[in-house]
């Protein structure tokens, strides 16, 4: 059994900063991709940041330049660093994982949130 645990969210003034960190325990075979999904009442779940198993990252474009996303292949861990806040990434964040458990085939993997209210 495969699960992600994140952790880092809370409330942080405009223009603050957080990071979110999301580790994978399990039983874990080879990890293809892990990434940052976020949530804002009333829309739709959208990807913030993904990072593959060589290290190629990708944005969305409304966090170009304010947002970055690691990773510690070592420890099945994904960090974003999130700075200059706005109040329109006030979202549930999710973390996502494309993943092989021994034995299995690649399956997506969901943590179960985490809130950034950005807001003065």
């Known amino acids: 059994q495969v699960r992600l645990v994140e952790s880092g969210g809370g409330l942080v003034q405009p223009g603050g900063s957080l990071r979110l960190s999301c580790a994978a325990f399990?039983?874990?075979?080879?990890?293809?991709?892990m990434a940052w999904y976020r949530q804002a009442p009333g829309k739709q779940r959208e990807l913030v940041a993904r990072?593959?198993?060589?290290?190629?990252?990708n944005y969305a474009d409304s966090v170009k330049g304010r947002f970055t996303i690691s990773r510690d292949g070592a420890k099945n861990t994904v960090y974003l660093q999130m700075n200059s806040l706005k109040p329109e990434d006030t979202a549930v964040y999710y973390c996502?994982?494309?993943?092989?458990?021994?034995?299995?085939?690649?399956?997506?993997?969901w943590g179960q949130g985490t809130q950034v209210t950005v807001s003065s």
């Open positions: 399990g039983s874990i075979s080879s990890m293809y991709s």
């Open positions: 996502n994982a494309l993943l092989s458990a021994i034995l299995a085939r690649p399956t997506t993997y």
């Open positions: 990072i593959t198993n060589d290290d190629s990252t």
